[in-house]
């Protein structure tokens, strides 16, 4: 029987044949570390004859913090052609397509013409040299990868032409995942625009005969559902049951459940904190100064859902729509609200009779159900678009794995 060959991976372009190469990266490529620069010496904004300072705060999309320093040493500074990769702290963390002075926790990593930048660049970010890397970076607070731990590492490739054939084609799919998730973004920036013009009136629906729908009305939350306060349950959490569990840590910041796999069993005591279909279910409490999720309210979409304490159940009234509710309380004022009559430091929170008399404009029954079919019909076009970013994003896994050995 003929021996397979070990190093050819599962899936290839049918072009290519024979062994991969494999040798230590320091065959390879050449390491170069950054500079430290403390906060003091670095700039806000561009100034002559300085560049785009990469710290990790860049590896974090939602920061807004941009820095520049002066007149670098040449050893810092990198193309956009350079791949940069985090060595300590986040360790691994790759970079490509950027230019200007990396940080001390980066290392620049040249290569030479036997190797293809992006091929690299998915070898890197492939899941068994990740464990790898991080492997040798240790496990103390601060993981730190050294030089010659980094050279060590086994590179193992193809000829430069199958390099370019392979990451071209993963390359195709980082752009697909790109295009999608700018198309979410559009989305929930649409579908925020929206919400805030429905709730503020600046866009109306007619009933089905063409004619304007009554004007809203002043309510409280109090005139608008009943409720009743949660209790302390974690002494009855079992995995094996099959009722969800919500709390703290099930709250998203805009009202959506995280399913932890916390689960809870039933009995005469946690069975008076069960939830029917249609109701919400609002947090009082954050464990953060932040409050971020301060006001967070769940809908409920079946009946096996119990909650806890720093929670409280609602119940709409039979002239209130569950879904419009669930919107109007998630709404980017109503939370405002809600969060400037919140109390506490390190951990905030907001006592329920407060809510209860915060005002809400309330539209007649037809009417928010035209609103919540609406924001629904949205938030179906937003969750398809996220599960095609997630099944390409699992497509791209799947082909890392097999097209590298």
């Not at 230019?99 to 013409?113: E, L, Q, R, T, V």
């Not at 907001?350 to 079919?373: R, T």
Request: net charge positive; with cysteine; charged share 25%.
């Amino acid at each position: 029987m003929k021996q397979q060959n070990t190093l050819q991976p599962k899936l290839r372009f049918p072009e290519f044949s024979g062994d991969w190469e494999s040798d230590k990266f320091k065959s390879y490529v050449k390491l170069n570390q950054g500079l430290q620069i403390p906060i003091s010496e670095r700039f806000t904004e561009y100034v002559p004859n300085s560049y785009f300072y990469i710290t990790n705060e860049f590896l974090n999309k939602n920061s807004g913090k941009s820095y520049y320093i002066v007149n670098p040493s040449n050893s810092v500074i990198c193309k956009e052609s350079d791949i940069l990769m985090t060595r300590t702290g986040n360790t691994g963390k790759v970079v490509t397509n950027v230019k200007g002075a990396f940080h001390n926790n980066f290392f620049k990593i040249s290569y030479n013409s036997n190797v293809y930048k992006d091929f690299l660049y998915f070898y890197l970010i492939h899941p068994k040299i990740q464990h790898i890397i991080l492997s040798r970076a240790g496990t103390s607070t601060i993981p730190d990868l050294n030089h010659s731990d980094f050279y060590s590492i086994n590179f193992v490739h193809p000829s430069l032409t199958e390099q370019q054939k392979i990451a071209d084609y993963l390359t195709t799919i980082d752009k697909k995942i790109s295009l999608l998730e700018e198309k979410k973004t559009e989305l929930l920036r649409y579908n925020k625009a929206m919400m805030q013009k429905l709730f503020a009136q600046e866009i109306r629906f007619k009933d089905e005969n063409g004619n304007d729908f009554p004007e809203w009305e002043d309510l409280t939350i109090g005139d608008i559902v009943s409720n009743i306060g949660g209790t302390a349950l974690e002494k009855y959490v079992d995995i094996k049951s099959n009722y969800k569990f919500i709390s703290i840590g099930n709250y998203s910041k805009d009202g959506r459940y995280i399913d932890n796999n916390a689960r809870i069993e039933l009995n005469d005591k946690t069975k008076t904190k069960l939830l029917n279909k249609n109701d919400l279910v609002m947090v009082l409490n954050d464990k953060t100064s932040s409050g971020d999720i301060i006001g967070s309210t769940i809908l409920i979409d079946d009946d096996n859902y119990i909650y806890n304490q720093r929670s409280e159940r609602l119940i709409p009234k039979d002239f209130i729509n569950s879904r419009f509710l669930w919107h109007k309380l998630n709404s980017k004022d109503f939370r405002k609200k809600v969060f400037t009559n919140a109390q506490g430091g390190t951990q905030i929170y907001v006592n329920f009779p407060i809510v209860k008399k915060l005002s809400v404009k309330i539209p007649s029954l037809p009417e928010q159900e035209k609103i919540a079919d609406f924001l629904s019909a949205m938030d179906g076009s937003i969750e398809k678009v996220n599960e095609q970013i997630i099944q390409t994003q699992s497509f791209k896994k799947a082909m890392l794995q097999q097209m590298f050995v």
